[in-house]
């Protein structure tokens, strides 16, 4: 039983980290409305607080020292100063989150002697901001010419909302049209070579990107702002049409697991 958050693993020290509970739809809330003159509140919808994940650790050193310095490994490690780190354990393989240390540490002696060895055990607490897990290994199509396509998410248990990646070359006067299952969009030019249009509606970011630079927004050059989304297990189109020249369009599905 083991974990690792950002650089530092559990295995590396000998530590034992188990899981207590494994969440599914966690930090879920439910957003109503009263309804003055009937009968029960109006469904507004749903949100997610985000996740929690306690682990069970225990750490045991040879002498007192190396039971000490192994605590202290730990705080370093764990340390919140760090902000948000990758969290992931062998209760869900494949699966990474964003999580940070939410709670104090709080050591315990379960024995302490040179017979049985010098051993503490605490709770360590890690708080997820966004309630889903992400796949170490993302899905995703590949092409190198516009068409219609179908794509099937094998990954995760929630709705995604997926990016659509496009390259190629079009005038002010010409467009890009592309389906991602129920929503179709278009997309006026220009679009330069060397260029990605990068439609994001994961983080809602809508863009041309040159390498790692954002240089120019879309929002204003696309028909709609509307959200597309991919379910697991269901098929869904990819379709990419233009009037102009396109050599590459690829679609990431952004998997999700609650």
Same mark, same amino acid.
């Given at each position: 039983?083991? $974990?690792?958050?950002?650089? $530092?693993?559990?295995?590396? !020290?000998? !530590? ?18 009263e ?5 029960g ?11 929690? =994940? ?13 039971? @000490?310095?192994?605590? #202290? ?14 969290l992931? =354990? ?13 709670a ?10 040179a017979? @049985? ?6 709770? *360590?607490? $890690?708080d997820c %901001? ?8 993302? #899905? &995703?199509w590949?092409?190198?010419t516009?068409?219609n396509?179908t794509?099937?998410? @094998? !990954?995760?248990?929630?709705?995604s909302?997926?990016?659509? #990646?496009?390259?190629?070359? !079009?005038?002010?006067?010409q ?37 790692? *630079?954002?240089?120019?927004?879309? *929002?204003? &050059?696309?028909?709609? %702002? ?14 990419? @049409? ?7 369009v ?9």
């Amino acid at each position: 039983m083991s $974990f690792t958050f950002g650089e $530092f693993d559990t295995d590396d !020290l000998g !530590l034992i980290a188990t899981l207590r509970e494994l969440p599914s739809v966690d930090g879920l809330q439910l957003e109503t409305l009263e309804a003055v003159g009937t009968d029960g509140r109006v469904l507004g919808g749903t949100t997610r607080s985000g996740s929690r =994940f306690t682990f069970d650790v225990i750490l045991e050193g040879r002498t007192p020292e190396e039971a @000490a310095s192994k605590r #202290e490994s730990v705080a370093l490690a764990l340390d919140p100063a760090r902000g948000e780190q990758r969290l992931t =354990f062998d209760a869900a393989p494949g699966w990474q989150w964003a999580g940070i240390l939410s709670a104090s540490i709080r050591w315990q002696r379960v024995t302490w002697d040179a017979g @049985a060895g010098y051993k503490l055990r605490a709770d *360590v607490t $890690f708080d997820c %901001l966004e309630a889903f897990g992400r796949p170490i290994a993302e #899905e &995703a199509w590949q092409h190198f010419t516009p068409g219609n396509r179908t794509v099937r998410r @094998a !990954l995760g248990n929630a709705r995604s909302y997926p990016t659509v #990646e496009i390259e190629g070359v !079009l005038s002010a006067s010409q467009k890009v049209s592309i389906r991602v299952a129920d929503l179709a969009v278009d997309v006026a030019g220009p679009l330069q070579s060397g260029q990605v249009l990068r439609l994001d509606w994961d983080k809602f970011d809508f863009g041309k990107w040159v390498g790692p *630079v954002k240089v120019a927004s879309v *929002v204003r &050059a696309m028909s709609t %702002l509307d959200r597309a989304e991919l379910w697991p297990g269901e098929s869904a189109a990819f379709n990419v @049409a233009t009037t102009g020249s396109v050599s590459r369009v690829a679609l990431i599905a952004n998997s999700r697991r609650q």
